[in-house]
């Protein structure tokens, strides 16, 4: 755990800019994220904020950079867009750049239907039951209804 930073040096902005920097160094934060660390480590709640419009006007604090590598990484490991959106949400990313990276990233049909293919082969599931078992895999990992039917093979019946 962190130290917490001497009374007379919480509202020192080179000493919450140093702290910035060393988180910045291990991984990427957004900016609502690196405000809560700083303010968690005891830093004045003011001058934090100072700082972090700072390192964002310098673009060494980049949102939109941050969520565009996450919804990659994780689209990588097989996960869907409505649970890299829903992970964003709660690390504080806006809705404009959770919306605009998820667009950009990938072909969520085609990362679906890999997931499944991976999980469980390449035969199309042939009755119901397994459709359903692996529909709620696909719905676990945060794919919407669409790129799951698309995925399982799952079509409406139109009478």
Avoid: N
Avoid at 12 to 17: C, E, F, L, M, N
Avoid at 105 to 126: I, L, M, N, Q, Y
């Amino acid at each position: 755990m962190a130290k917490r930073p001497a009374p007379e040096r919480a509202g020192d902005g080179r000493a919450i800019r140093a702290a910035a920097v060393a988180a910045l160094a291990r991984r990427d934060h957004l900016a609502a994220e690196l405000l809560e660390l700083l303010q968690s480590r005891g830093f004045d709640p003011l001058a934090t904020a100072a700082v972090i419009a700072e390192l964002l006007c310098e673009r060494l604090l980049d949102d939109a950079r941050v969520v565009e590598r996450f919804v990659a990484y994780r689209a990588q490991r097989g996960q869907g867009p409505l649970r890299i959106a829903m992970d964003l949400r709660s690390r504080g990313a806006s809705p404009a750049l959770i919306d605009a990276a998820i667009e950009a990233a990938a072909d969520w049909g085609a990362v679906a239907r890999e997931v499944r293919r991976r999980k469980f082969g390449a035969a199309p599931p042939e009755s119901w039951p397994e459709r359903a078992r692996q529909s709620r895999f696909l719905q676990y990992r945060g794919f919407s209804s669409d790129h799951i039917r698309a995925a399982t093979g799952a079509e409406f019946e139109l009478d």
